[in-house]
């Protein structure tokens, strides 16, 4: 890595000595502007396209956490991928790096020339493709490639560990001076791939002040300081347009004379998403100061809050929209595969998934309708794979190839007889890139074989095929010796679910394991075949207190292998005695062993608890709990482990609790020793304190979690564990108190912690009633409500709802109820989608009118309960009035609608049952 000391004087003298190649860009012509428009050689310039972030700096690859330049082929590939969506330009933070080893300005005052010329580099691609950009010049936050806390470090400013402060970037004069000091730099710089200095490149479509520029206590300061740098950016290149990086347009912004271009991002939070309301306002701002607008960045995924399409055709309808981008586009890996990025948002092309697939369809339509262009029916023709390396698993050899574009599918090839066939078909339009590493499981690892592999875009047309890949031929030995691992032999008090493990065997194609309770393994408990990892967890459970043999056998076509060790024995653990009692807080003698007792959550917020001798429900002391929660970080909470609790012939989860009257919502969780989580919730409404009784069959796995057998087993608790969220709450402090957490086996039957909306049982098995209970909204298309049999959670009926889907593109059923909700966290339903990708939009009313509601993608056939906490629920997008409180203590209505979404025309049908408040 060379490092250059920057004295701009030295640096210009540099670029005199330097003899670049003929000064030429890619592309001519500046993108200009005439008042609300963009125009290029006179005629109006519109644009759809992607933010690609890190075309000059990437996060994503290597995966171990460090950071590196990309290749020169993921650049040029996320590229061509844009340009086949019908991109003209790509936003990136490609001169947005400070701070690190590989940044532009490692160190205050300190170039990195390897990583300007990725930059030249990344430049030039662009041009090639046709592509023009628009950069921003420094970060709000302080990411991998750094911003302006950067900067604010070096100058001496502590770092108070909030990622996006360092507002004395926007203040400090020596700041200031010498960040223009870099702009002037970067400006200057002369590409050393096409000779052209950065100010005199048309490639660059616009110089953009920031990314997500904000200082909302000082809003003054900030206006100067992007007066200042737009004015520099003109004052020293008269060639290019200046974006304000502001996040959101500033009405006090848009009288500077120096910016162009002023963007906005579009994403759910702040009630945004993809708003056609909200977008409209933005350019109605922008249009009467004479500028031109641009959507920086936006959710592509969420329709919330409006739909894709209809976020498209606005755009395409206001001129003063000179484009947009969404975020973000990665394109494929250099060995196999897509990059990948875990942010929620990435997009490939042509696409993961069905829903992917049709958005970036309709994102490609946007972008050529936006350049005035009708969008080619055909794609492009993918380029030649490369066939990276193969490995050998199972008897059969693994194929590897980097991707090319616009390729949807590959076909392979494979030749046993030489490099020049004849050829096999392996694989017929079989495999996508998210297959690869792909198995042949027609080939014979140790026999030489030649592959060669060619992409089909989506309209099936192939592409070049790859370089022919020889693997040479080698005798495939049977599977290496290798051992079990755990339970170890003579292991005692064995988890009833062990998890089963055991080494790797060369050669291996897959695993048997066999359990039993006897060692000539006759009645195995446990019996599997064709395990191909390296460990099992049963779902079955084992006997406790009893002693079991295991072995293990590797396998492959040329023979099995045994485990050195195998026939080991262990014992499970015992039965613990069944308890009642969880905690009654009697037993802390002081408020630092119950806090040792019960460990805050490192992750959460402030959560405390202390002794309670006077607010409690019976003995010595409750407990209290202070806490907080908030947007940033939502939940508080404690883990209190127990040791292998027995909960056996016990029904129900008793507490005592006093809430706080925040309308937060305390969960309550519990830990199998397998780690299997369960929780339910209840709404700390009101403040009267309550003993609550709650059913273990109302307890679900959380959210997120995905894992266990699905089976709750309270023969072995690790843990009990309480939690406050934010819920339907406002962010703030607040106090509770709970005592007498025990254990009920029915003999009092618990209070209902639901309330029944609809279980279809009280129509007496009447279409007519339900008819009359589910009256057709006669604004949309036709549907009818009806009893099924068949198709239902329990009970004899559950709702059948067969609707149209076309003009109008939604249809739905409206059902008035009188019921109190209030304590009640969330709507249940048992669902059966149709797989259609249209929206099921779940509504309810409250008796002043205020409509609150929520949806879900049809996006699969498979039935099964779901729920949608209260906290999802919005206002409609055509609605506008009501408290904005959601007020559960009276509802009205509770009404079904079926959405056209990324669906299409056409008739189906979806079922419904067992929908509950709970």
Same mark, same amino acid.
């Given at each position: 890595?060379?490092?250059i000391? #920057? ?6 003298l ?5 003899t670049? $190649?003929?000064?030429?860009a ?13 125009q290029?050689?006179g ?8 933010n ?9 690859v290597?995966? %171990?956490?460090?950071i590196?330049?990309p290749?020169?082929f993921?650049?040029d590939?996320?590229l061509a991928?844009?340009?086949?969506m019908?991109a003209t ?5 490609l001169?947005n790096?400070?701070?690190?080893a ?5 160190t205050?005052?300190?170039?990195n020339?390897?990583?300007w010329?990725?930059v030249d580099y990344?430049?030039k ?9 628009i950069?921003?010049v420094?970060d ?12 604010t ?7 108070d560990g909030?990622i996006?402060t ?8 020596n700041?200031?001076t010498a ?5 002037s730099?970067m400006?200057?710089r ?6 052209v200095a ?7 479509l ?5 990314n997500?520029?904000?200082w909302?206590?000082?809003p003054t ?8 740098i737009?004015d520099y950016?003109?004052?020293?290149d008269?060639n ?6 502001n996040?959101g ?10 910016i162009?271009m002023?963007?906005?991002h ?14 409209q306002?933005q350019a109605n ?6 500028k031109?607008?641009?959507?920086g960045?936006?959710? #592509?995924k969420s329709?919330?809050?409006g739909?894709l399409a209809?976020?498209h ?9 000179a484009?947009d981008m ?10 196999? !595969?897509?990059?990948?990025?875990p ?6 092309? $042509?696409g993961?998934t ?9 994102m490609? %339509? ?7 262009i009708?969008?080619?029916?055909a794609?492009g ?11 050998? @698993?199972?008897?059969k050899?693994v194929?590897?190839?980097r991707?090319?574009?616009p390729s949807?599918?590959?076909t392979?090839e494979r030749?046993?007889a ?9 694989c017929?339009q079989?495999?996508t890139?998210?297959q690869t590493? #792909?198995?042949?499981t ?10 060669r592999v060619?992409?089909h875009?989506?309209?099936g047309t192939?592409g070049a095929y ?6 040479? !031929? ?7 010796s290798f051992t079990q691992?755990?339970?170890a ?7 009833v ?5 055991w080494g790797?065997a060369t ?7 066999v359990?039993?309770?006897n060692?000539?393994? @006759?009645?195995?408990?446990i019996?599997?075949?064709g395990?191909t @990892?390296?460990?099992?967890?049963p ?6 207190n009893k ?9 492959n076509?040329t023979g ?7 026939g080991i ?6 039965l ?5 009692t969880?905690?009654?807080?009697d ?12 460990v805050?959550?490192a992750s ?8 309670e001798a ?5 003995g010595?002391y409750?407990?209290?709990i202070v806490?907080?929660?908030n947007?940033t970080t939502s939940?508080?909470?404690?883990v ?14 008793n ?9 937060r919502t305390?969960t309550?969780?519990f830990k199998?020793?397998n ?7 209840y709404?700390l409404?009101?403040?009267t304190?309550t003993?609550?009784s709650?059913p273990?069959?109302n307890f679900?796995?959380?959210?997120w979690?995905?894992?266990?057998n699905g089976?709750?087993?309270? !023969?072995s ?8 969220n934010?819920?339907s ?8 108190y ?8 029915g003999t009092?039957?618990?209070p209902?912690?639901t309330?029944?909306?609809?279980n ?6 009447s279409?007519?009633s339900v008819?009359?209970?589910?009256v057709?909204n006669?604004?949309?298309?036709a549907?009818t409500?009806?009893?099924d ?9 559950g709702?059948?709802l067969a609707?149209t889907?076309?003009?109008?593109n939604?249809?739905g059923?409206?059902h008035?109820i ?6 009640k966290?969330?709507i249940?339903?048992?669902l059966k ?8 939009t779940i509504?309810f ?12 993608t ?13 906290t999802?629920?919005?206002h409609p $997008? #055509?609605?506008? !009035?009501?408290?904005?409180t959601?007020?559960l ?8 609608y ?7 025309t056409g008739s ?6 067992d929908?509950?408040?709970?």
């Amino acid at each position: 890595m060379k490092i250059i000391r #920057w004295i701009l004087p030295l640096l210009l003298l540099w670029g005199i000595m330097y003899t670049p $190649p003929a000064a030429e860009a890619a592309v001519t012509g500046y993108v200009t502007r005439s008042g609300n428009q963009l125009q290029l050689d006179g005629q109006p310039f519109r644009f759809s396209s992607a933010n690609i972030y890190w075309l000059g700096l990437d996060e994503n690859v290597p995966t %171990n956490g460090t950071i590196d330049f990309p290749t020169n082929f993921r650049v040029d590939d996320a590229l061509a991928t844009a340009k086949e969506m019908g991109a003209t330009v790509v936003r990136s933070h490609l001169v947005n790096s400070f701070g690190c080893a590989k940044c532009i300005m490692p160190t205050l005052g300190n170039y990195n020339e390897a990583a300007w010329q990725k930059v030249d580099y990344a430049i030039k691609a662009a041009g090639d493709q046709g592509i023009r950009l628009i950069l921003p010049v420094i970060d709000m936050y302080n990411y991998y490639h750094g911003g302006k806390k950067t900067w604010t470090k070096w100058y001496g400013y502590p770092d108070d560990g909030v990622i996006y402060t360092g507002y004395e970037f926007f203040s400090d004069a020596n700041i200031i001076t010498a960040f223009k000091q870099h702009l002037s730099v970067m400006l200057n710089r002369v590409n050393t791939y096409t000779g052209v200095a950065y100010k005199n490149d048309p490639t660059i479509l616009a110089w953009e002040t920031g990314n997500e520029l904000g200082w909302f206590d000082n809003p003054t300061q900030l206006k100067n300081w992007t007066q200042q740098i737009a004015d520099y950016l003109k004052g020293q290149d008269a060639n290019h347009l200046v974006a304000d990086g502001n996040y959101g347009i500033a009405d006090a912004h848009l009288t500077i004379s120096s910016i162009d271009m002023y963007s906005d991002h579009f994403y759910t939070w702040g009630n945004k998403g993809l708003s056609v309301p909200v977008l409209q306002t933005q350019a109605n701002k922008v249009r009467n100061a004479g500028k031109v607008m641009f959507v920086g960045e936006y959710d #592509w995924k969420s329709e919330q809050f409006g739909t894709l399409a209809a976020f498209h055709t606005a755009i395409e309808n206001d001129n003063v929209i000179a484009g947009d981008m969404y975020w973000a586009l990665f394109g494929h890996n250099d060995n196999y !595969g897509y990059v990948q990025h875990p942010d929620g948002y990435t997009v490939h092309y $042509p696409g993961d998934t069905t829903f992917m697939r049709t958005q970036a369809q309709q994102m490609r %339509n946007h972008a050529y309708k936006m350049r005035g262009i009708t969008t080619p029916p055909a794609h492009g023709i993918p380029g030649a794979p490369t066939i990276t390396g193969s490995t050998t @698993s199972g008897g059969k050899y693994v194929l590897s190839w980097r991707g090319s574009v616009p390729s949807d599918t590959y076909t392979v090839e494979r030749s046993t007889a030489g490099s020049s066939g004849p050829w096999t078909v392996a694989c017929n339009q079989c495999v996508t890139d998210n297959q690869t590493p #792909w198995t042949d499981t027609g080939s014979t690892a140790g026999a030489a074989t030649w592959y060669r592999v060619k992409g089909h875009n989506l309209s099936g047309t192939a592409g070049a095929y790859s370089t022919v890949y020889a693997i040479s !031929g080698t005798q495939l030995q049977a599977p290496g010796s290798f051992t079990q691992s755990a339970p170890a032999s003579g292991a005692t008090s064995v988890n009833v679910t062990p998890s089963f493990t055991w080494g790797t065997a060369t050669n291996a194609a897959t695993y048997t394991l066999v359990v039993a309770d006897n060692t000539s393994y @006759s009645n195995p408990v446990i019996n599997v075949s064709g395990l191909t @990892s390296t460990s099992y967890t049963p779902s079955n459970v084992l006997t406790n207190n009893k002693t079991y043999y295991w072995k293990v056998t590797a396998v492959n076509s040329t023979g099995s292998t045994n485990a050195s060790n195998s026939g080991i024995a262990f014992t499970t653990v015992a039965l613990p005695a069944p308890t009642s009692t969880v905690d009654n807080f009697d037993g802390y003698a002081s408020d630092a062993a119950l806090q040792a007792a019960y460990v805050k959550n490192a992750s959460g917020n402030t959560f405390t608890m202390t002794r309670e001798a006077t607010t409690k429900d019976a003995g010595a002391y409750g407990a209290k709990i202070v806490y907080t929660v908030n947007a940033t970080t939502s939940y508080a909470g404690a883990v209190h482990t127990l040791s292998n609790a027995n909960w056996t012939g016990n029904t129900s989860f008793n507490l005592w609790v006093k809430p706080d009257g925040s309308n937060r919502t305390l969960t309550i969780q519990f830990k199998e020793t397998n780690g299997e989580l369960w929780e339910t919730y209840y709404t700390l409404t009101g403040t009267t304190a309550t003993t609550l009784s709650i059913p273990f069959t109302n307890f679900q796995h959380p959210g997120w979690y995905s894992g266990g057998n699905g089976v709750i087993d309270l !023969g072995s608790i690790a843990e009990s564990n309480l939690y406050i969220n934010k819920g339907s709450g406002a962010d703030g402090s607040g106090t509770i108190y709970v005592d007498s957490i025990s254990l009920g086996n029915g003999t009092t039957p618990p209070p209902p912690t639901t309330v029944i909306i609809d279980n279809y049982e009280g129509y007496g098995g009447s279409n007519p009633s339900v008819l009359a209970a589910y009256v057709r909204n006669t604004d949309g298309n036709a549907i009818t409500p009806t009893l099924d049999g068949t198709n239902k959670s329990q009970g004899s009926y559950g709702l059948k709802l067969a609707y149209t889907m076309g003009t109008p593109n939604f249809a739905g059923v409206v059902h008035s109820i009188s019921q109190n909700w209030s304590g009640k966290t969330g709507i249940q339903l048992w669902l059966k989608p149709d797989g259609s990708n249209r929206t099921l939009t779940i509504q309810f009313k409250e008796p002043n009118g205020e409509p609150w509601e929520t949806t879900y993608t049809l996006s699969s056939t498979t039935s099964g309960t779901i729920q949608f906490p209260f906290t999802a629920f919005q206002h409609p $997008p #055509w609605y506008s !009035g009501g408290n904005g409180t959601k007020d559960l203590g009276a509802i009205s209505e509770f009404n079904l609608y079926v959405n056209q979404g990324s669906g299409g025309t056409g008739s189906s049908t979806i079922y419904v049952d067992d929908i509950q408040a709970y």
